[in-house]
């Protein structure tokens, strides 16, 4: 399949992440809305042709801590899989090079 990057906006998949504020230690919640604005900058660097990234406070938590849509329609696991197949990225890989990288970030953010 041959597809040309980078995509227009609705056909890119978006991505939503659902930080808790308890991975910024004992004071999180007074730290994550800056983080996350600070982590939204940088992970927007990361598969843009693609991707739409949305970095945001779980203070739900019955939301899920990531979550796909296309279109404005929420995917399932299965097609979210079969969408980063058509760029070669492993849906499971996918994920943990996100979370990998906001590791880093929070390190990085909290080491200020």
Not at 42 to 49: A, F, G, I, R
Not at 82 to 110: R, S
Request: glycine fraction near 4%; include cysteine.
């Amino acid at each position: 399949m041959n597809i040309k990057l980078p995509l227009d906006q609705d056909k890119k998949l978006c991505v939503t992440f659902r930080l808790e504020p308890g991975c910024m230690g004992p004071q999180g919640m007074e730290h994550i809305e800056a983080f996350c604005q600070l982590a939204q900058k940088k992970v927007n660097e990361t598969d843009t042709e693609f991707v739409e990234w949305t970095i945001v406070p779980r203070h739900d938590k019955t939301l899920p801590e990531i979550e796909y849509r296309l279109n404005n329609k929420r995917l399932s696991h299965e097609k979210a899989v079969k969408y980063l197949n058509m760029f070669e990225k492993n849906l499971d890989e996918f994920e943990e090079n996100l979370q990998d990288k906001l590791a880093v970030y929070i390190d990085d953010y909290l080491g200020q």
